[in-house]
Nanobody
Framework: VQLVESGGGLVQPGGSLRLSCLGSGFNLQYTAVGWFRQAPGMGREGVSCITSDGTTYYRDSVKGRFTISRDNAKNTVYLQMNSLKSEDTAIYYC??????????????????????WGQGTQVTVSS
């Protein structure tokens, strides 16, 4: 199982980016995929998650600005990020659940319940 994130970069406040999480060795449509981020000196936090049945979750600070989606034909999950703010600056990771429990509102953001992780992609929001 391998996950590869892409799409990060430098963007001005108010700008947009679309992150991609490409899976190999496993069909992402049959599992939950989460996006997490880690800013310098901070812990890793859950940003969003999409389950196998299409249920989506978001942390409060990104609701209305970020959208998670999947393209099963490409075995890819996306995170569309609009109206970016400086506080969104972080390394963004995608992760999947294979062995852990089903994702719910009470656990989707718990990074220790995910089984495989990508290497991360840097997002920097700065003028």
């Amino acid at each position: 199982v391998q996950l590869v994130e892409s799409g990060g970069g430098l963007v001005q406040p108010g700008g947009s980016l679309r992150l991609s999480c490409l899976g190999s060795g496993f069909n992402l449509q049959y599992t939950a995929v989460g996006w997490f981020r880690q800013a310098p000196g901070m812990g890793r936090e859950g940003v969003s998650c999409i389950t196998s049945d299409g249920t989506t979750y978001y942390r409060d600070s990104v609701k209305g600005r970020f959208t998670i989606s999947r393209d099963n034909a490409k075995n890819t999950v996306y995170l569309q990020m609009n109206s970016l703010k400086s506080e969104d600056t972080a390394i963004y990771y995608c992760a999947i659940v294979i062995y852990g429990p089903a994702r719910t509102a009470d656990n989707w953001y718990k990074d220790n319940t995910y089984d495989y992780w990508g290497q991360g992609t840097q997002v920097t929001v700065s003028s």
